[in-house]
T-cell receptor, first 114, second 111 residues
C-alpha cells in the first residue's frame, strides 16, 4: 500500500517570496516515484516535477525544486520567487510497485498575494 | 498542445440518463486511468487499464464502467446518472514508470 499525507490545507505567500509545500509518504516498496501536480481553478492537472527513490540529487525544474529527504519520507515542493499565477491547488503523488499507479494526497491550496 | 483529450468539458444532465465520457490519447501509452475528484478534494482512482482489453476497478467504488478496445481510447459510461455522480472526472495516461499526463477533465452535474 502507498499513501501521501499533505498536512497544509492552505498556504499564503507574498509575491516574489519562496514557499514550501509539505508532503510525506509511505510505501513498502524500495523503488518508487514522487510527483507534484498543480491544479488551477480551471481543473486540469499540470505535472510539475518528479523525484525517483534512487535519485541522489534533489529534482529541480525552473522555479520548482523538490526537497527529498528519504529517511524522513518527505518530498516537499519549494517554489521560488512566487508569482500570482502560482495560486492553485498543489497535489503530491506517489507511484510504486509493479502497478506504478499514482496515489494522491488531499492537496494544498496556495494563494499568492501581490 | 494536449496529447490527451477529454470530452465534453462540461456536462449537465438529468437523472436517469445514460452518459459516456470520452478520453483519447495520442501518446501511445498502454496505461490509462480514470480519477474522480470532488471540488477542492483529493483524486480517487475509479478505473484503470494496462492495455487493450484490460480494465480494472480502482480503490473507490464506482457505478461507472469502462472499456479499452483501442489503445488510444478509454471511455467511461454511466448507465443511469444520479445526483451523487456529480463530480469532476479526470482521465490520465502514463508510460512505463513515468509521470501521469492528464486531460482537462469533465465536470459532470446531474440534476
Amino acid at each position: 500500500a502507498q499513501k501521501i499525507t499533505q498536512t497544509q490545507p492552505g498556504m499564503f505567500v507574498q509575491e516574489k517570496e519562496a514557499v514550501t509545500l509539505d508532503c510525506t509518504y509511505d510505501t513498502s516498496d524500495q523503488s518508487y516515484g514522487l510527483f507534484w501536480y498543480k491544479q488551477p481553478s480551471s481543473g486540469e492537472m499540470i505535472f510539475l516535477i518528479y523525484q525517483g527513490s534512487y535519485d541522489e540529487q534533489n529534482a529541480t525544474e525552473g522555479r520548482y525544486s523538490l526537497n527529498f529527504q528519504k529517511a524522513r519520507k518527505s518530498a516537499n515542493l519549494v517554489i521560488s520567487a512566487s508569482q500570482l499565477g502560482d495560486s492553485a491547488m498543489y497535489f503530491c503523488a506517489i507511484a510504486s510497485g509493479g502497478s506504478y499507479i499514482p496515489t494522491f494526497g488531499r492537496g494544498t491550496s496556495l494563494i499568492v498575494h501581490p | 498542445e494536449a496529447d490527451i483529450y477529454q470530452t465534453p468539458r462540461y456536462l449537465v444532465i438529468g437523472t436517469g440518463k445514460k452518459i459516456t465520457l470520452e478520453c483519447s490519447q495520442t501518446m501511445g501509452h498502454d496505461k490509462m486511468y480514470w480519477y474522480q475528484q470532488d471540488p477542492g478534494m483529493e483524486l480517487h482512482l475509479i478505473h484503470y487499464s494496462y492495455g487493450v482489453n484490460s480494465t480494472e476497478k480502482g480503490d473507490l467504488s464506482s457505478e461507472s464502467t469502462v472499456s479499452r478496445i483501442r489503445t488510444e481510447h478509454f471511455p467511461l459510461t454511466l448507465e443511469s446518472a444520479r445526483p451523487s455522480h456529480t463530480s469532476q472526472y479526470l482521465c490520465a495516461t502514463a508510460g512505463v514508470n513515468t509521470e501521469a499526463f492528464f486531460g482537462q477533465g469533465t465536470r459532470l452535474t446531474v440534476v
